[in-house]
């Protein structure tokens, strides 16, 4: 068991369509949407299907600093300026809406749609107006 969740409680799970590789599902903990990926039976969980792996990167980017703090460091290593920054994040911004418009319209699909999948719809534009902005 990961540290940490001894504790939680996950509720409501419901299995992502269109996905192959791995068994995924979506649910709730702590009133927040997560999602769980687990290698089908008799597949060993190795690669992409490490999912303690995929835990340790997760957990190690939740403790990275701020973008400007990253920016800084990269310039101090590199001696000259990070360039494209921006582009970087509207890039990051519009594949994140890509991806989530087709878990969304795949949940469109379900017989009984899960209402936390669709609440993702209206973070949508938000990020592609991000992105409008860190173009300029």
């Known amino acids: ?3 940490g969740l001894r504790h939680v409680t996950f509720r409501r799970w419901s299995r992502l369509p269109g996905v192959a590789s791995s068994l995924t599902y979506v649910g709730r903990c702590a009133d927040r949407p997560v999602v769980v990926k687990v ?9 992409h299907r490490d ?8 957990r190690s980017l939740a403790a990275r600093p701020p973008v400007s703090e990253r920016a800084a460091i990269y310039r101090e290593g590199l001696g000259s300026a ?5 582009w970087f994040q509207v890039l990051a911004c519009f594949k ?3 991806t989530w418009s087709l878990i969304v319209k795949h949940n469109r699909r379900r ?4 209402p936390d999948m669709e609440a993702m719809a209206s973070a949508l ?3 592609l107006s991000r992105a409008r902005a860190l173009l300029g």
């Open 1 to 3: 068991m990961l540290s």
């Open 39 to 47: 290698a089908p039976p008799g597949v060993r969980p190795i690669a």
């Open 51 to 58: 999912v303690l792996r995929q835990a340790r990167v997760i």
């Open 82 to 86: 990070v360039l494209e920054l921006d």
């Open 96 to 98: 994140s809406t890509a």
């Open 111 to 114: 017989t009984s749609p899960d």
């Open 125 to 127: 534009p938000q990020l």
